[in-house]
């Protein structure tokens, strides 16, 4: 079992869980994922890394409530458990010496740019980080990012805190300035990260972005989590999650992310209404069975 030590609020619908989980936490890398399950009949949901404390064997992960799961999950408690955390799973994102390192985050890739960061900065680099949210009550891991980055740059929606605009709008204004940029990556929702690939093609920075595409089992057999990156499938939880944007077929994945909306849509109401435990219900059923 992995017990929550720590969990805060950090904006609406949005928690961070701090979880110990030292057996993954020693192997875990920067840029990779984990798969939690609540409990013993909970469904399997990826989480990216958001944090890691090497030292106390501490898993950080950010959850946004967007269905039945990420919503049963945010309602645990400090001192409860996930029935299982597993990873580290995926390719830990490129680390070396690049020279100047932009790291963009969106919602809940912001917490995931993080450690890249970090591991950027440690492997020598300059990171200059952009994070952006829809208004200024939204955005998170300010200061977690400021520590980890040489200039933390900010953009809302809205207005309200930074440049007005959009995370490309700052990337754009920095290509423009002819600042020396040799690598991005960013993590975010998919129309994010899409015009980021569309800011950094005609000046050709090579950019990397971490897909989050349906995924099941995690280990490459499934076959949920297929993408087309250059004109080639690739699974993302073994070959990725990071892939070069230049050569994702992002039309098919937003396609793809939208494939059962209808039956989660159901789930999550079911779930809001108090009437949705399929997990017990299952159990019920195995228990008559014998
Ligand atoms: C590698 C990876 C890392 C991720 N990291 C995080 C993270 O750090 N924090 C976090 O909050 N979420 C993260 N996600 C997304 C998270 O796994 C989904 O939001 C979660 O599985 C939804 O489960 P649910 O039952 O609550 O909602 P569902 O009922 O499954 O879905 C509800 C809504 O969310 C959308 N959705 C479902 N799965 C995904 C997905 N993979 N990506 C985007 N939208 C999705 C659906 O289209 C639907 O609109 C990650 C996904 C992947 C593949
Ligand atoms: S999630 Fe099953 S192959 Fe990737």
Known sequence: MFRIIDKSELCEKVYQFRIEAPHVVRKA??????ILRKDETGERVPMSIGGLD???GILTVVIQEVGKTSGAMNRMKIGDS???????????????????????????????I???????RGA??????????????????????TAASDQLLISTDDGSYGTHGFVTTIL??????????????AIGPVPMMKAI???????????YVSLNPIMVD????????????????????????????????????????????????????????????????VKELENNIG
């Open 29 to 34: 890398k920067a840029g990779q994922f984990v």
């Open 124 to 145: 020598g680099n300059k990171v200059t980080t952009i994070i952006g949210a829809r208004t200024k009550n939204l955005l998170i891991f300010e200061k977690e990012l």
């Open 218 to 281: 995690g280990t490459g057999m499934c076959g949920a989590c297929r993408v087309t990156v250059g004109g080639k499938t690739k699974f993302a939880c073994v070959d990725g999650p990071d892939f070069d944007g230049h050569e994702v077929d992002f039309e098919e994945m937003t396609k793809r992310l939208k494939m059962y909306n209808k039956y989660e849509k159901v789930a999550y109401e079911r779930f809001l209404d108090g009437k949705c435990n399929l997990g017990k219900k």
């Open 82 to 112: 996930f029935a299982d955390v597993v990873g580290p799973l995926g390719i830990p994102s490129h680390v070396e010496k690049f020279g100047h390192c932009i790291c963009i985050g969106g919602g809940v890739g912001i917490p995931p």
């Open 197 to 207: 690939v569309n800011t950094t093609r005609t000046p050709k920075i090579k950019t």
């Open 114 to 120: 993080y450690p890249i960061a970090q591991a950027l």
């Open 54 to 56: 090497k030292e106390k």
């Open 172 to 185: 754009q204004k920095l290509i423009e300035s002819g600042e020396k940029i040799d690598m991005v990556i």
